[in-house]
């Protein structure tokens, strides 16, 4: 189902609390809500559609990889880059890393790590600054 977007700052700056099977749900919902925005938008995080679980996905290409409770545990070669945000009016400098590695579970709830980089590990650190409250 197309959730509308929130833009509730206070909402936003909660930190998501770990997914579980009970929300498959919610990765529906991430994945129509996105294609309905795909025109101006490349990731998602569940806080922007009214979750509070830790559940991001990201468009690489074609397709739009969903992943469950994501924790970077690796960053390498930073830069500053300007973002917006659906859930935000403008845009805004950040900071961000061009080699990120990432443990998440996929869409079955089977564990992953993977090395992403440049711009796709660019949307993948936005969105897991939305699930630990940070905005930009």
Request: net charge neutral; proline share 6%; aromatic share 6%.
């Amino acid at each position: 189902m197309i959730r509308p977007i929130n833009r509730d700052q206070t909402w936003l700056q909660r930190v998501a609390k770990p997914a579980t099977p009970k929300d498959t749900a919610v990765i529906t919902d991430l994945q129509d809500t996105l294609r309905a925005h795909q025109d101006h938008c490349v990731g998602m995080a569940a806080n922007m559609i009214g979750s509070d679980r830790r559940i991001i996905i990201a468009q690489l290409g074609p397709m739009a990889i969903p992943m469950i409770n994501p924790q970077i545990i690796e960053k390498h070669d930073p830069y500053l880059t300007t973002e917006g945000c659906l859930s935000l009016s403008g845009q805004r400098q950040t900071k961000r890393y061009r080699s990120i590695t990432l443990q998440y579970l996929d869409a079955r709830f089977q564990p992953q790590q993977q090395t992403f980089n440049d711009y796709f590990a660019q949307i993948v650190q936005h969105e897991c600054d939305h699930c630990d409250g940070i905005l930009i």
